[in-house]
């Protein structure tokens, strides 16, 4: 669990599968090829991060901010991303299973 640590923002390729982040400021960080898998982001502000190729299997996303967030070719796969803000770039993104509940597409 890494509640209350100092996370850098170049995170690119890191393994935080699993973590508790909620409500951290990701915004314009670089988490590319990232494993966020299981992780639980809710309320996070992911504003103009770079979110390429990273996994967000069964990760928790709602409502967090994904405004103007790059996610070509990232996995989410069973994410929720329930009343999350998704003005986001998901070109060739995977979202199989992908829980949008409360979106206005």
Do not use: V, W, Y
Not at 2 to 18: D, I, R
Not at 35 to 43: F, H, V
């Amino acid at each position: 669990d890494l509640t209350g640590a100092k996370l850098p923002h170049a995170l690119a390729g890191t393994n935080l599968a699993g973590q508790n982040l909620a409500g951290r400021d990701f915004s314009g960080a670089d988490l590319s090829s990232a494993d966020m898998s299981g992780a639980n982001l809710s309320g996070c502000n992911l504003r103009g991060t770079n979110l390429q190729g990273a996994k967000f299997e069964r990760a928790k996303l709602n409502d967090a901010d994904l405004t103007d967030a790059t996610a070509n070719k990232a996995i989410f796969l069973r994410a929720d991303l329930t009343s999350a803000k998704l003005p986001l770039n998901l070109a060739g993104a995977n979202l199989a299973n992908l829980d949008l509940a409360g979106r206005d597409l």
